[in-house]
């Protein structure tokens, strides 16, 4: 299905989100649309998939225009969209999963459902059990579930946002030889990102989205120069490697061992030093979060000593530890991280202690601004929470950080982040340090591990790598340890 869009504008309040947009994507192309945080990427495609509508402009499909109000009209007209959170429901089992909107009313032909669901997973090479919950899905595996659903809903364009998020290279790779099959097939594959390593890989032509517009369309060969400065105006350079630590040890893990439902970490021994950063690699469950929860409180060790300034930590809460300056900021922002509802300075008033009963709210608003401005959040005082982007709510949980800290958790710190957020993001991290506090974080990109950790642990299903010097290390090296090949000399 060719699609065109011509002169689309949408406002939300002050902010010119979509400004005269025009484009034209052929059918059976992979397109990609590329921009940093805020560009407006999204906003385009939630009006091309009906969650949103524009102010003024017009839609048209293999010549023909279309009015598009809500995801049903879209569905209708064979446009689909993969949101980077699937949109689904982990209580229910897959296959329920499945047939959700389709015609047909309370009564689903179950049994045929099924039969079209395992075609359409052997057709694509996918490995999904129609019986299992949703919720003992990986994140790879429902971006499937909602590719397969889309295409059995009757899909001909295909939109996919920021679907690189959170999922490993063997699922990216799976993903990729996906989109490509479908493209062959003669569908329509747009493409969302800010990664430029993605859209090279895997595009036919790239938009490139900046402040809104569209500012500029490129096609293969790709230079990677251009699109940077096309993304953002600039060069953009992610600096030298710095090693900030001291002799003197903050943390100190002593035969550390741990244990979920689904695997066991043993005998741990680790020394973190101060103004030390240390990245966690591995496959998503591997035992990184465990290790990190253990270390902010949040996980009680089964045996083994967790030291934080010589006091010994083991089996104290997450409060106990924040009062010794060890602090958690975690990768679900609004479900853990910050509190839908309120607004930044009602944040910024619950991360200080203040003595009294009363708020001053002067003060708090004064304080609420200085750290939007020192943080570069592009938000008010009074903006909540979940109006902000996914960068900015990133900023904002930076922001709310104590000073001063012995030690920041941290997981996936720039997911979902520009290349230039991810570097400002870092700048901030970058400057604790120097302010003697440690970071240990998770992050599922081996580019920013090996670029920002001093050390590294690799995880492989509950097993600990000895700590690995990042300055010598290598992706390579990395990707052998993560797939499991290599441990010999970490037993």
């Not at 496959?283 to 929860?293: A, D, H, N, T």
Request: charged share 25%.
């Amino acid at each position: 299905m060719n699609v065109e869009l011509r002169h689309i504008h949408k406002h939300f309040g002050k902010v010119h989100a979509n400004n005269d947009i025009t484009l034209k994507i052929p059918s059976g192309s992979i397109q990609g649309i590329l921009g940093e945080n805020g560009a407006g990427k999204s906003t385009l495609m939630k009006i091309l998939s009906g969650f949103i509508q524009a102010d003024s402009g017009e839609i048209e499909l293999d010549g023909k225009i279309v009015t598009i109000t809500t995801p049903a009209d879209a569905i209708r007209y064979g446009i689909g969209m993969l949101h980077q959170d699937p949109l689904d429901f982990p209580p229910l089992k897959v296959i329920d999963n499945f047939i959700l909107g389709q015609p047909g009313g309370l009564f689903p032909r179950r049994r045929q459902a099924v039969k079209e669901f395992m075609d359409l997973c052997g057709h694509y090479g996918f490995k999904l059990n129609p019986e299992a919950y949703l919720e003992t899905l990986t994140v790879g595996e429902r971006q499937q579930l909602e590719i397969i659903r889309l295409l059995w809903l009757g899909a001909k364009v295909l939109i996919l946002d920021e679907p690189t998020t959170g999922i490993s290279a063997l699922q990216k790779e799976k993903l990729f030889e996906t989109l490509k099959v479908l493209a062959k097939e003669n569908k329509t594959i747009i493409f969302v990102s800010h990664k430029l390593e993605d859209v090279e890989g895997l595009c036919d032509r790239v938009a490139v989205f900046q402040r809104g517009k569209l500012v500029g369309e490129v096609k293969p060969p790709y230079k990677t120069e251009e699109l940077v400065q096309l993304m953002f105006g600039k060069a953009v350079s992610p600096g030298c490697r710095e090693y900030t630590g001291l002799n003197d040890i903050a943390v100190k893990l002593e035969n550390l061992s741990l244990e979920d439902a689904r695997l066991q970490i043993k005998h741990v021994n680790l020394e973190i030093r101060r103004g030390e950063v240390i990245g966690l690699a591995g496959m998503e469950g591997s035992g990184q979060r465990l290790f990190l929860r253990a270390l902010a409180g949040l996980q009680r060790p089964n045996t083994g000593r967790i030291v934080v300034d010589g006091v010994d930590m083991s089996g104290k809460n997450y409060h106990a530890f924040m009062k010794h300056g060890i602090t958690y900021v975690p990768a679900a922002r609004l479900e853990e991280g910050l509190i839908p509802g309120l607004s930044l300075m009602e944040h910024v008033v619950l991360s200080e202690e203040k003595p009294g009963f009363f708020i001053d709210t002067g003060s708090a608003t004064a304080e609420t601004n200085r750290k939007i401005d020192e943080y570069y959040i592009r938000g008010t005082a009074a903006s909540r929470v979940e109006a902000l982007s996914g960068g900015n709510q990133q900023r904002a949980l930076l922001a709310l950080l104590r000073s001063p800290l012995n030690l920041v958790l941290l997981e996936h710190p720039t997911r979902g982040l520009d290349i230039e957020s991810a570097i400002w993001i870092w700048s901030k991290l970058k400057d604790r340090c120097r302010q003697c506090t440690s970071i240990v974080f998770i992050s599922s990109d081996l580019e920013e591990i090996l670029q920002y950790s001093d050390y590294i642990l690799v995880f492989f299903g509950g097993k600990v790598s000895k700590p690995l010097e990042a300055a010598t290390t290598s992706v390579a090296r990395l990707g052998e340890l993560i797939g499991g090949k290599g441990w010999e000399e970490h037993s």
